[in-house]
Structures are given as C-alpha cells and as structure tokens.
C-alpha cells in the first residue's frame, strides 16, 4: 500500500508536496518543498543550492537539537510539515588530533592548510622532531609535499565516497587525524 504513516498523520498520496520553513541565522526564513521520502541529506541539497552554503556546513536543528544523519528521513527525525521549522547553523569544523598515547590536541580545521603546515603544528605541541611526525587521516597517509588538506582529502577520501566529517549532538562538526611519531635511534 503506499499510504505512508508520518508521525500521526496519514497521508495517502506518497508524493503529496508539503513545505518546511527553515531558519537561516539573518532571521529569515525559506519554504521549502518535501514529501514523505525526503531525508536530511536531499533537503540539505536543496537547501545548498537554493542558499549556495555546502552541504557539509551546515547542521539543521529541530527545538535545539541538531539533526545529524543525512540518511534519515525527515518523518523519522520528528519533522512534520506543520510542527516544524528548522533552524540552520553554518557550522565551524574542529580539528582533533590523537597520539597512541591518548594525548589530544583540538585546534580550528582550516581546509587551505598544508602538510607542512600541520606538520610544523603537531611537532611544536608534541615537542617532536617534525621529521619524526607522520599524520594519518583515517586510514589514508600519502601525504604528497604540496598538499593542502582538501586537496588530501579530495583524493584520498573522496574518490571513494568516505565522509571524514562527524556531528556531535551539539551540532559541532569534526574530523579527527592520528599522529604518529618515528623516533630513530642514533
């Protein structure tokens, strides 16, 4: 049957067209059209390219809680066409890196840095040599010199289709990288 159950209410028609007002941080708002079968990610596509803000920068809440999995369908997540307006937070990204002995460093995730960047960054917090550092991204370490995070991550990361971004509750974005170091014996 394709009578489809949406948090109380029935609808019959599966592809019926409803609006969902989102609030942008200006204070307006924009109306945009869902059905039953919208998830997260296919609103946060409209809303990318209605707005032009990236869709992994923005977190959407419902009454403050932040609305995480792009897979989920919007009835699932407690959005109704009526109940809801969704408020829309650019998010800023949180760089996490962890060392094998549980040492943490958070700094502020600048997609323009580069290797060496980042290296001379983690070698001055670990008090290691940087030529002692080598940095691991979720599994993927072929660094190449000139590379800048996203580029990095563009070919490492993204020609697979692997999200390295995560969302805390909070709606805080974050990544985390793992530095090794390599301490050679004279």
């Known amino acids: 049957s394709n009578r489809t159950r949406m948090s109380g209410f029935v609808i019959k028609e599966k592809k019926e067209l409803k609006t969902v007002s989102v609030k942008l941080l200006t204070g307006e708002r924009v109306q945009i059209g869902v059905n039953s079968d919208t998830t ?4 946060k596509q409209t809303i990318e390219s209605k707005l032009k803000i990236k869709k992994e920068s923005q977190v959407l809440f419902l009454e403050k809680k932040a609305l995480v999995k792009d897979s989920s369908l919007l009835s699932d997540l407690g959005v109704t066409p ?11 990204t949180t760089l996490y890196i962890k060392t094998l002995t549980a040492r943490e460093w958070k700094m502020n995730y600048d997609p323009q840095m580069t290797r060496e960047e980042l ?20 599994g993927r370490q072929s660094w ?3 590379d800048t ?11 697979r289709g692997e999200d390295v971004f995560f969302f805390k509750e909070s709606g805080e974005r974050f990544t985390v990288m793992h530095a090794v170091f390599r301490v050679t014996q004279v």
């Open 119 to 138: 290296i001379q960054r983690v070698a001055g917090l670990s008090g290691y040599d940087q030529r002692c550092v080598r940095i691991i991204w979720k």
């Open 144 to 146: 190449y010199e000139t």
């Open 82 to 92: 009526s109940s809801c307006e969704l408020s829309l937070v650019i998010s800023k």
């Open 149 to 159: 995070l996203q580029s990095f991550n563009e070919r490492e990361h993204g020609k």
């Open 40 to 43: 997260l990610g296919s609103l």
